[in-house]
């Protein structure tokens, strides 16, 4: 069975230092991999995925994330963040071959201070 | 473009009461889901839908929870009776079909209070 853990469950930063939130997953089989960002009082929005290629993908908004096969790891990373990213994010799994649901992790809640 | 529509978007009943959740999905996408969020924990899928057909629905609590989608669009999901661990939020989503790495677009959800 798939699982999906994020070993963060809260991330305090100040406006313009650079952030990780970090996943790992565990599967069986091979998977794509999501991150999912949910906005205050608003429903959760792809942030980017990962589907085959370049380990190395990234957001229209300056995130980017790395799949490591060897670590079963995908984290999330900005090199400087700004307080519009304050907000939840939600790593996730699909597996290849059961359809497109997605197995996701617990959440980090990622709070930018000025 | 429409998004995915729910509601109601906040609902409060006692205990062993029923409650109704309506999603309609944006339109053409073929695959609609049913998630639970309970609070401090990430979105745990209930059911799958295909068209009007039932995809997955191993992690459906079967005795008190329902689901259908009988035209093949919106979708309602029911629990009778609701007990307090029920409390959560109620997550619609939708996509353009089941293939594995599409995106999904959520609603924004149905927070239920159970007391």
């Known amino acids: 069975a798939q699982s999906v853990t994020q070993l963060d469950s809260q991330v305090p930063v100040f406006e313009e230092a650079p952030v990780e939130l970090r996943c790992n997953y565990s599967?069986?089989?091979?998977?794509?991999l999501f991150w999912y960002v949910q906005y205050p009082n608003q429903g959760l929005q792809l942030l980017l995925k990962y589907l085959s290629g370049s380990t190395l993908v990234e957001s229209i908004n300056g995130f980017e994330a790395e799949f490591n096969k060897s670590q079963t790891s995908f984290h999330l990373r900005k090199p400087s963040v700004h307080i519009s990213d304050t907000a939840e994010y939600f790593c996730a799994v699909s597996d290849l071959g059961k359809g497109g649901k997605l197995i996701f992790g617990q959440g980090t809640e990622l709070s930018v201070k000025p | 473009e429409a998004g995915v529509a729910q509601s109601p978007r906040y609902k409060i009943i006692e205990k062993r009461q029923s409650v109704a959740f309506w999603c309609n999905p944006i339109?053409?996408?073929?695959?609609l889901y049913w998630y639970q969020q309970i609070l401090g924990q990430g979105p745990k899928l209930l059911i799958q839908?295909?068209?009007?057909?039932?995809?997955?629905d191993s992690q459906l609590p079967k005795d008190r929870f329902s689901a259908e989608r009988l035209k093949g669009v919106d979708s309602t999901l029911k629990i009778q009776p609701a007990k307090l661990e029920d409390s959560a939020v109620y997550l619609c989503a939708s996509s353009l079909g089941p293939e594995p790495g599409g995106e999904l677009f959520f609603g924004e959800g149905s927070r239920l209070t159970v007391l």
């Open positions: 599967s069986s089989v091979s998977v794509y």
């Open positions: 339109s053409g996408h073929a695959t």
């Open positions: 839908f295909q068209n009007n057909g039932v995809v997955d």
